[in-house]
């Protein structure tokens, strides 16, 4: 049992530090720092660069551009983009349909799709849920039907994650009912946004942000060399994604980042005559999530190194996701309680860059905390609920 | 990064599993614990010719070298086999103040039959009104000429009542809850003026509480410089908090197997209860603690060899987490086992009950989440 960085390690922790030091943009460096939201292009320019340098392709094998980094250097790279405070990567390309495009898709697939989902040139969306298919996704009513060489596809998508940007949307949609199982029949296909018949409408969440997306397909025409893998067999290609998926959502790092942050608000902020960090109360509370956090990391890291042995990453993958959005849930909880009073104030357009100084209510952040903890009410829903999550463990892990 | 154990980790794990499975059932435990001396005097034995006892200590004090994530394997076992005999006590702790501070002459003396198993040792650290500060000692060791005299009472002396050998710490200077001052001391328990009140623990082990009242011993039984004890008594109860979570970490898992096993063959209403949802979830959870607490027992682990801050926070987070979530497993496995769980017929009882006094010990949940809210 040894996790101490070897030399080598040691060389690319300051090859990847020094490139967020140096390398980041000023101007998205401030918005992040300042908590002012990104736009599409913030976004796009962050993970262009990244591209840049050969590093989009975290998880990607070296044959289809990706780092072929093992699983001390993905750590590595998680942890230290997490304490540059950079921003995520978007998921739905590169870390979703990039994956089951190179796994499963045909060589034309893979030459028309893969360039441009590592060049981030293509915005990728996620359409899985509907409006009657949540937790049970093998519900799914959306349906698509074969016309010639032509999908033709019927239904509603929801939940759909930054799809007001998204230029091309991959879905499940069942292709036959005439199933033994229903996770059988539905197939895995890409849809370009642009297509006749495609509608997107907003939908507000709870914070007044605007997030997630329904979409709406009415006859929506699509080639036959856009369904990827074999028809039918779309759920397997789904799960094995989600898998994959929730072995990153833990967000230790970023977890860790902010639990720091935290502290140092504590230390320094003197609301009530005294800085909070004088409140035992409060300390503990933080100390009892580091404690969880850092029992989360080596759970992570155990799953990660059972992965780069040879084991396929199991349904314990489950507990990273709901421990990991249990953890991000308890930070918030604790940035709201920090602010006190001043979590109140509804003026999420005070996070602009151009908003007047003088005019600024609150300390920092402390105005969008109430916010981000009723926005991040969703991370114990999405991904496959938390509950959801506990009967995957129960029926495959306890054999319940 | 490596979690997988060496060669000759895994011949000890393979070692200990095996002597838990064919010598040491639950009905042997139950008899050893109830005999008068709380333990098996052959088993212990036998922990010596399998070399156990000589884990933790230097090859040149006829030891094997072996670390923290050996003491992890083996105490993970013992947890796992609810083994009443003394290691913590002998080992851990007496003996962890010897390989740490005896000189050659006083590894002779007390260190190779310690470790050959035929002394029986003990470190007594607790006070009645130290509670969890191991630096408050009022039991006091006067200068008289080239002898020591100690007078003071000890409580909760584990292995007190069996042990020929007491490593006392008293005061030699400074105040009650000073770091300095404190001098350890090797006392014979058959000394004059020495009163052993042995008793049995409600997790099966036995303890004693012990008083002193003017004990002389020579200088040549001073463990150590002189109001140079902290440090050591520190570090021993360092080692020996990972110890007991290691234990712990075995009992959380077995108590969840055979939670979940029960419950697969449990039929109520019909069906096996394991087929409800509000009891898959609770057990899910219990599962996770196991994972989690473990993940927290392998970096501590981990640290230990390298000392410093980081060691201290990893041993004060993994007893937090064992005081914590650890009772919840306990509490939960009695519970998923019905009217059964509160029996004393039934094992998981008496796991439970080793669980919640490691939670008693060596500085409770909230003693540890305390030092870790330091800023």
Known sequence: ?400 | MDFSLNDIQSMLLDSVQKFIANDYDFDKRQSYSDSEQGFSSEVWTTFAELGWTAIPFDEEDGGIGGGPIDLMIVMEQFGRGMIVEPYLANIVLAGGVLRRVATTEQKSQWLEPLIGGELQAALAFVEPQGRYDIANITTTADSDGDDWVISGTKSVVFNGGNARLLIVPARTGGDPSDNDGITLFAVDTGADGINVRSYKTVDGHQAADISFDDVRIPDANRLGDVGAGFATLDAVIDDATLAVCAEAVGIMRILTEKTVEYSKNRVQFGVPIGSFQALQHRMVDMFTACEQTYSLLVWASMTASAGGDEAKRAVSAIKYQVGTVGRKVGEEAVQLHGGMGVTWELDVAHYFKRLTAIGQILGNADLHLDRLAVN
């Open chain 1, 1 to 400: 049992m040894d996790v101490t960085l070897t030399a080598d390690d040691l060389a690319f922790r300051d090859e990847v530090r020094a490139f967020f030091h140096d390398e980041f943009p000023e101007d998205i460096r401030e918005k992040q720092d300042r908590g002012i939201p990104l736009d599409r292009e913030d976004m796009v320019r962050f993970q262009q660069l990244l591209h840049k340098k050969g590093w989009a392709g975290v998880n990607w094998p070296v044959e289809y551009g990706g780092t072929g980094w093992n699983i001390v250097q993905k750590y590595i790279f998680s942890s230290e983009m997490a304490m540059a405070n950079a921003p995520e990567i978007v998921p739905f390309g590169l870390g979703m349909v990039g994956p089951v495009i190179y796994t499963f898709g045909n060589e034309e697939q893979k030459q028309k799709f893969l360039p441009d989902i590592l060049a981030s040139k293509v915005w990728w969306c996620q359409g899985y849920s509907e409006p009657g298919s949540g937790s049970d996704l093998a519900s799914l009513k959306t349906k698509a039907d074969l016309d010639g060489d032509e999908w033709v596809i019927n239904g509603t998508k929801t939940w759909t994650t930054l799809g007001q940007y998204a230029d091309w949307i991959f879905c499940l949609v069942r292709t036959s009912s005439d199933v033994a199982r229903r996770q059988e029949g539905i197939s895995f296909i890409l849809v370009d946004m642009q297509s006749p018949g495609l509608t997107v409408n907003p939908i507000i969440t709870i914070e007044g942000g605007h997030e997630v997306n329904e979409i709406h397909f009415e006859n929506v025409r699509v080639p036959v060399g856009n369904l990827v893998g074999e028809e039918g067999k779309g759920w397997t290609y789904g799960k094995v994604l989600l898998e994959h998926e929730r072995t990153g959502t833990a967000g230790v790092h970023r977890s860790a980042f902010r639990l720091e942050k935290l502290r140092e608000q504590a230390a320094t902020s003197v609301r009530g005559g005294e800085p909070l960090a004088n409140d035992n109360n409060f300390m503990r509370k933080i100390a009892a999530v580091e404690v969880e956090l850092k029992a989360l990391e080596f759970t992570e890291l155990r799953t990660l190194a059972a992965v780069s042995s040879g084991k396929a990453p199991g349904a314990e993958s489950s507990i990273l996701k709901f421990k990991g959005t249990e953890i991000q849930q308890a930070i918030d909880t604790l940035f709201m309680e920090a602010a006190g009073y001043y979590a109140l104030p509804f003026v999420p357009q005070q996070f602009r860059f151009d908003y007047p100084e003088d005019e600024f209510i609150g300390e920092g952040s402390e105005t969008k905390t109430a916010l981000k903890y009723f926005n991040y009410r969703k991370a114990s829903i999405y991904g496959g609920s938390n509950e959801i999550q506990r009967n995957i463990v129960a029926k495959h892990v306890l054999g319940l």
